[in-house]
């Protein structure tokens, strides 16, 4: 299934714990009502990992437009329950997630109760720890994160507090070190991103700096 976690509610724009699921199969097409998480957010990651969705980060939405939550929650589609692990060293409002080839979830970017952050950090489900990892380049708030056909994590866009960025960054598990990739044409903040079958690295809509909110799509095809 697909599964649409949290967020805010328009008209209203009251904070959402609620969490939907979507048959895409025809036999029973069509969304469901899941067990709603434990704490209201917007703007959380999303990672599964062995068939548990992990939600790390967001806004509570409690002091103003911004405020960062360090927790992170896991859904079993099979229980159809959520449980509450350890929480990320720094709070985050608008990171991304993924996982990576060593079974652990990345968190990175998003902004801090100080300012947008670079910061990256990995949660391990057998340990059940949070690690500091390796900071990107550049501080990034509402970045796209998925991991590329080359099995490196590319962290796509966002804003730094002054640009809405295009650039994209790249993570070796091999060097543990982030470099720079090839940049989108038109600078996202909050897009969506996916590697899609033909090895495509996809990036859909977001918010730009000229048109607003955008249908755009981009891809890069990683060497």
Do not use: C
Request: charged share 15%.
């Amino acid at each position: 299934m697909i599964y649409a976690i949290s967020g805010r509610s328009n008209p209203g724009a009251k904070l959402l714990s609620g969490v939907e699921g979507y048959n895409p199969f025809p036999e029973k097409p069509g969304w469901t009502a899941m067990a709603s998480m434990p704490k209201a957010r917007e703007r959380a990651a999303a990672a599964q990992y062995n068939n548990v969705i992990y939600v790390a980060g967001g806004s509570d939405g409690k002091t103003g437009d911004s405020s960062p939550l360090k927790t992170l929650e896991a859904y079993d589609p099979l229980k159809n329950t959520w449980k509450t692990l350890a929480s990320m060293h720094t709070a985050r409002d608008g990171p991304a997630a993924v996982t990576g080839t060593d079974g652990r979830i990345y968190v990175m970017g998003g902004l801090g109760d100080s300012g947008y952050l670079s910061s990256v950090e990995a949660y391990d489900p057998v340990t059940k720890k949070w690690e500091t990892m390796t900071s990107m380049n550049t501080a990034r708030g509402g970045p796209a994160a998925v991991l590329g056909p080359d099995g490196q994590i590319y962290a796509i866009g966002g804003q730094d507090g002054a640009d809405t960025l295009a650039t994209t960054e790249i993570y070796n598990f091999t060097t543990k070190t982030w470099t720079l990739g090839p940049s989108m044409s038109v600078g996202r903040q909050y897009p969506a991103a996916v590697t899609g079958f033909d090895r495509g690295i996809y990036a859909l809509g977001g918010y730009t700096p000229l048109s607003g909110v955008t249908d755009s799509v981009e891809v890069l095809f990683a060497a």
